[in-house]
């Protein structure tokens, strides 16, 4: 049972543009979201978070959004770099125990 | 680099060997965890341990994974009698006292059985 949903297995980008990357979850409990960029024969590294209070965090050209009434979250990467092509993978919780979505490939075009 | 190491980084075994998988976390990481990967999938939790102690396990983990993190610093994942649906991606991730809740992921071990 997924309970952490990334619908958009990849997305294509042109460079300089926003990329925006769609995560939803199932459980209203989790208070802690989290985004991972992992590159290929990598182990994931850590980008930004955002806990359960509030609706946003930014960092630089990344901008993580919390909709919590519909349990939804956004990734905003703006310019949008080909460094930035990657799996994206959303993480939600609290606690001990985070859940991961399945990613989301995103291709950034020169 | 995270920091945080894994041995081996692959390895392909005959079904029914044991293997064991080494995690090397930084100092400041007093949690660890170890999370299974397939293709097309996250990381899908297996165990955490608060130092020494082995806090939560996944319904995942059958009787034939063990996993010990003896002096809260280093952790080994040991598999016995390995089954081909056990290939897959093995990552640990260490994890200190830190406002935003990250974990630090490791390369990974790459099981592979034959």
């Known amino acids: 049972d997924q309970q952490v949903k990334q619908n958009s297995p990849s997305l294509s980008v042109q460079e300089g543009r926003i990329s925006i990357l769609n995560c939803d979850y199932t459980?209203?409990?989790?208070?802690?979201f989290l985004w991972y960029k992992k590159y290929p024969a990598e182990g994931p590294t850590f980008l930004i978070s955002?806990?359960?209070?509030?609706d946003k965090n930014e960092d630089g050209r990344f901008t993580v959004f919390l909709n919590k009434s519909a349990k939804h979250l956004s990734l905003h990467i703006v310019p949008s770099q080909p460094g930035d092509s990657a799996v994206y993978f959303c993480?939600?919780?609290?606690?001990?125990?985070?859940?991961f979505g399945t990613g989301t490939s995103l291709t950034v075009i020169p | 680099d995270t920091g945080v190491s894994q041995d081996p980084r692959h390895k392909i075994t005959k079904r029914g060997q044991n293997v064991t998988f080494r995690c090397d976390p930084i100092s400041e990481h007093n949690r660890l965890y170890w999370y299974r990967q397939t293709l097309g999938q996250g990381p899908e939790f297996l165990t955490y341990f608060q130092n020494e102690a082995q806090l939560e396990k996944s319904r995942l983990l059958s009787d034939r994974f063990s996993a010990e993190r003896p002096k809260g610093s280093f952790s080994t994942l040991e598999i016995q009698r390995t089954e081909q649906g056990d290939s897959a991606m093995y990552l640990c991730a260490g994890q200190g006292e830190t406002r935003d809740n990250e974990q630090f992921f490791g390369p990974g071990t790459r099981l592979t059985v034959l």
């Open positions: 993480a939600s919780g609290g606690g001990n125990q985070f859940y």
């Open positions: 459980n209203s409990m989790f208070d802690y």
């Open positions: 955002i806990s359960s209070i509030k």
